[in-house]
T-cell receptor
Framework: GAGVSQTPSNKVTEKGKYVELRCDPI?????LYWYRQSLGQGPEFLIY????????DSGLPNDRFFAVRPEGSVSTLKIQRTERGDSAVYLC??????????????FGEGSRLTVL | ELKVEQNPLFLSMQEGKNYTIYCNYS?????LYWYRQDPGKSLESLFV?????AVKQEGRLMASLDTKARLSTLHITAAVHDLSATYFC?????????FGTGTRLQVFP
């Protein structure tokens, strides 16, 4: 596609529920990133994929958070047993093959998650 | 741990005035980015600064990088209302970007 696409754009859920957020990167981009942005804050790194594998998952806050990218394109961020503190905008970004070494990140519009 | 700090956090300025936003980072980094974010929108890349002394300009915005001081500046010249947004600097750390807290800019007539 022309840009990074994220769905849903808005998700409201109840505490304790399971949530999946989807990211469709720019066609041909092998690097994919997930960030979380809380209100009034800068984006916070969660996880980075190069192809199908997670190259760096050091930003995942705990084991309730998990992300996959089984075919090296679309990625899904999964959050189990959601808590109110998980409420944020989840941003996805993609980059060409060289990643940040040669290019830049292109961000999607984000998925706004609200946990009641 | 790499830390990125911006100041000011909030800036209200009159149209036509000049001002500078500062971005400090705590450890050596390969490159520095500036992004713009409008309310409810995603991040738009403004500048990528690759080396010490790099300076880039686009319209009323000019960014510079001093890697020895670990400092980048975003200078606004003759501000206009359309520049109202939140501006983030971000620094590379291995293969990821670490963002600053952002500077919310409001330009009024």
């Amino acid at each position: 596609g022309a840009g990074v696409s994220q769905t849903p754009s808005n998700k409201v859920t109840e505490k304790g529920k399971y949530v999946e957020l989807r990211c469709d990167p720019i066609s041909g981009h092998t690097a994919l990133y997930w960030y979380r942005q809380s209100l009034g804050q800068g984006p916070e790194f969660l996880i980075y994929f190069q192809g199908t594998g997670a190259a760096d998952d050091s930003g995942l806050p705990n084991d309730r958070f998990f992300a996959v990218r089984p075919e090296g394109s679309v990625s899904t961020l999964k959050i189990q047993r959601t808590e109110r503190g998980d409420s944020a905008v989840y941003l996805c970004a993609s980059s060409s093959a060289g990643g940040l070494a040669t290019g830049e990140l292109f961000f999607g519009e984000g998925s706004r998650l609200t946990v009641l | 741990e790499l830390k990125v700090e911006q100041n000011p956090l909030f800036l209200s300025m009159q149209e036509g005035k000049n001002y500078t936003i500062y971005c400090n980072y705590s450890t050596t980094s390969d490159r520095l980015y500036w992004y713009r974010q409008d309310p409810g929108k995603s991040l738009e890349s403004l500048f990528v600064l690759l080396s010490n002394g790099a300076v880039k300009q686009e319209g009323r915005l000019m960014a510079s990088l001093d890697t020895k001081a670990r400092l980048s500046t975003l200078h606004i010249t003759a501000a206009v209302h359309d520049l109202s947004a939140t501006y983030f600097c971000a620094v590379t750390n291995t293969d990821k970007l670490i963002f600053g807290t952002g500077t919310r800019l409001q330009v009024f007539p």
